[in-house]
Each structure stands twice: as structure tokens, then as C-alpha cells.
């Protein structure tokens, strides 16, 4: 079993930065696909930007130019840099992991693990 585990949130700013972690445990973590997903109260799931098992990546067109996400399977870690953060970029950021994948997002219950989620806030 693969786990996934974010970090990074907290109360930022707008205009402020934040940088999102998806650590995962496992060997095969360079087979996955991890995508980013966030959903504020009362909203859906939503993707944000996802990173094949072969580094494409694919973004949300709310978080292009703002966001980035990066892999580093030496460390079995996907990264997210969020820039230019915006109120309506506030909700619970999610990763999820798909093996062998790409950047394209699919239905939420296709994911093989999702993470616990981590708060983001951005004050206006």
C-alpha cells in the first residue's frame, strides 16, 4: 500500500506564496501519476495540476502562471509552488496518486490513494 501525506498549508496573505508537499512512501512512487485536487466548504473536488509518472504536466486554467508542480522520485515527493495566491485559491488541497498516468485529471474514485488534505487560507 502507498500513503500520501501533504504539508505545506496555512494562512497566507494574497499576493503571498505557499509551497504544497505530497510525500509518498513506496518504491514504485516513480509509477504514479499525482495529481492536486482542492475543494472549499460546500463546493466539489477540483483539480488543480498534475504530473504524469513520465513528468508532463497539466494545469487548471484558475492556477496557470500562478502554480507549479514539480516531481522528485529520489525523495518520492510531489511539490506544488503556489504564487500569487488568491482568496478564491482557499480550500483543502488534496493529492491523489494514479499509476502509470498523465497529467489529465479523471474521475475522482479511478484514483489508487488519496492523501488527508491540507488547509490553505488566503486572506484578502
Known amino acids: 500500500q502507498v500513503q500520501l501525506v501533504e504539508s505545506g498549508g496555512g494562512l497566507v496573505q494574497a499576493g503571498g506564496s505557499l509551497r504544497l508537499s505530497c510525500a509518498a512512501s513506496?518504491?514504485?512512487?516513480?509509477?504514479?501519476?499525482i495529481h492536486w485536487f482542492r475543494q472549499a466548504p460546500g463546493k466539489e473536488r477540483d483539480f488543480v495540476a498534475g504530473i504524469s509518472n513520465w513528468n508532463s504536466t497539466g494545469y487548471a486554467d484558475s492556477v496557470k502562471g500562478r502554480f507549479t508542480i514539480s516531481r522528485d522520485n529520489d525523495v518520492n515527493t510531489v511539490n506544488l509552488q503556489m504564487n500569487s495566491l488568491k482568496p478564491e485559491d482557499t480550500a483543502v488541497y488534496y493529492c491523489?496518486?494514479?499509476?502509470?498516468?498523465?497529467?489529465?485529471?479523471?474521475?475522482?474514485?479511478?484514483?489508487?490513494?488519496w492523501g488527508q488534505g491540507t488547509q490553505v487560507t488566503v486572506s484578502s
Open positions: 513506496g518504491r514504485t512512487f516513480s509509477t504514479y501519476a
Open positions: 491523489a496518486a494514479k499509476r502509470y498516468y498523465s497529467a489529465v485529471p479523471t474521475t475522482l474514485s479511478y484514483y489508487d490513494y
